[in-house]
């Protein structure tokens, strides 16, 4: 919410309504210089000014309807400044999770395929698989590693994107 937006508000309220000026005066008259400063020639005087809008053909009712309207499109663009934010928030732990997921399918089939590589490189030194056979076995644990790799950088990147949704910065005193 704009402060500036309130402010004008409280201006385009106290326009409407009359403006008073309190003043106060003080000081000497003598006509005689030796008496300038005793206490008969001390003059003092005070007054108040009043002064009323009069006629300004519903302009004031106007600027202040305008200053309200403008603190309401401040409010609404705060709250939806809010909104955006929780749903930044949202959308990148919703993220994390699926790269959870993710990562996890990925950690058990990079596991699962360097057993196989394991099994099958034992089976080649016996001669009971051919050489393309464990070749083959070695680019699929290959390949899972990568996607190991990739979904790890993914979840870190998201991480990253979590952090700047929720404007803070991690505590790096930690580790």
């Known amino acids: ?12 309220t106290a326009e409407m309504f009359p403006q008073f000026t309190v003043s106060a005066n003080y000081g000497s008259a003598s006509f005689h210089s030796a008496s300038l400063f005793t206490g008969p020639a001390a003059v003092w005087g005070a007054g108040t000014t009043l002064a009323q809008p009069i006629f300004h053909g519903g302009a004031l ?31 990148t732990l919703t993220a994390l999770n699926q790269d959870a997921l993710a990562l996890q399918a990925a950690h058990t089939a990079a596991a699962t395929a360097e057993q196989s590589f394991a099994e099958s490189t034992s089976r080649l030194q016996l001669g009971a698989v051919s050489y393309p056979s464990t070749v ?3 680019q699929r644990w290959q390949s899972a590693t990568l996607t190991e790799i990739q979904d790890t950088a993914s979840r870190l990147v998201d991480t990253a994107a979590l952090f700047q949704a929720m404007g803070t910065a991690p505590n790096t005193a930690q580790r």
């Open 136 to 138: 083959a076995s070695e």
């Open 61 to 91: 009712r106007a600027k202040r309807k305008a200053a309200v309207a403008s603190y309401d499109a401040s409010v609404s663009q705060y709250q939806q400044t809010v909104l955006n934010a929780f749903q930044n928030v949202a959308d």
């Open 1 to 12: 919410m704009s402060k500036a937006a309130a402010a004008q508000v409280g201006i385009a």
